[in-house]
T-cell receptor, first 108, second 125 residues
Framework: EIVLTQSPGTLSLSPGERVTLSCRASQTVSSRYLAWYQQKPGQAPRLLIYGASSRATGIPDRFSGSGSGTDFTLTISRLEPEDFAVYYC?????????FGQGTNLAIK | QVQLVESGGGVVQPGGSLRVSCAASGFTFSTYGMHWVRQASGKGLEWVAFVEHDASYKHYADSVKGRFTVSRDNSKTTLYLEMNSLRAEDTAVYYCARWDRVAAEGDYHYGMDVWGQGTTITVSS
């Protein structure tokens, strides 16, 4: 099983700031199968990024993804109040899928 | 509109069984793979199972392998998760999610693009 480790676990920032979230895999992950999700309390997750770098429909361009191999990042260029949430990376491959443990992005 | 609606959650005793359903609408269900994902209260997301669009293959998390079975009825546009030998640690909100594929950069990119609202399963005596 591929383990995804997200860092940091919690981050406190202010609106307007730039943030980069990390997702590191225990083995090489195919970029096509690396996705990022946002989840707010009481809601289902929402897909942000497909295939490590493609924004999902309706996702603002302040969200961007990059990376390959074992290291992937999600960047939010300028935080808006609605961006404070928990973020998860997810991979699929080798007949299995896993999520990272999540990064909690909180308002300072 | 594109929608997934889970049902069938409830309280079940340890060792018991339950089947949850996920009704799909607004898209051609038979052309999409589908996942089950769960989330215990206050915890992160845990992938549970996947079934290909035509049920030609299925994958399970080690934590549920041999106890849970994913299936689908494309004629009814419904996904199922049959859960047996339930344990306290199976208590969670269970989500179904559509596995989408988009063409990008000369390749295909994948993600779970549509999610249901979740159904809660509590395993307790």
């Amino acid at each position: 099983e591929i383990v995804l480790t997200q860092s940091p676990g919690t981050l406190s920032l202010s609106p307007g700031e730039r943030v980069t979230l990390s997702c590191r895999a225990s083995q090489t992950v195919s970029s096509r199968y690396l996705a990022w999700y946002q989840q707010k309390p009481g809601q289902a997750p929402r897909l942000l990024i497909y295939g490590a770098s493609s924004r999902a429909t309706g996702i603002p361009d302040r969200f961007s993804g990059s990376g390959s191999g074992t290291d992937f990042t999600l960047t939010i260029s300028r935080l808006e109040p609605e961006d404070f949430a928990v973020y998860y990376c997810q991979q699929y491959g080798s007949s299995s899928s896993t999520f990272g443990q999540g990064t909690n992005l909180a308002i300072k | 509109q594109v929608q997934l609606v889970e049902s069938g959650g409830g309280v079940v005793q340890p060792g018991g069984s339950l089947r949850v359903s996920c009704a799909a609408s607004g898209f051609t269900f038979s052309t999409y793979g589908m996942h089950w994902v769960r989330q215990a209260s206050g915890k992160g997301l845990e992938w549970v199972a996947f079934v290909e669009h035509d049920a030609s293959y299925k994958h399970y998390a080690d934590s549920v392998k041999g106890r849970f079975t994913v299936s689908r009825d494309n004629s009814k546009t419904t996904l199922y998760l049959e859960m047996n030998s339930l344990r306290a640690e199976d208590t969670a909100v269970y989500y179904c999610a559509r596995w989408d594929r988009v063409a990008a950069e000369g390749d295909y990119h994948y993600g779970m693009d549509v999610w249901g609202q979740g159904t809660t399963i509590t395993v307790s005596s």
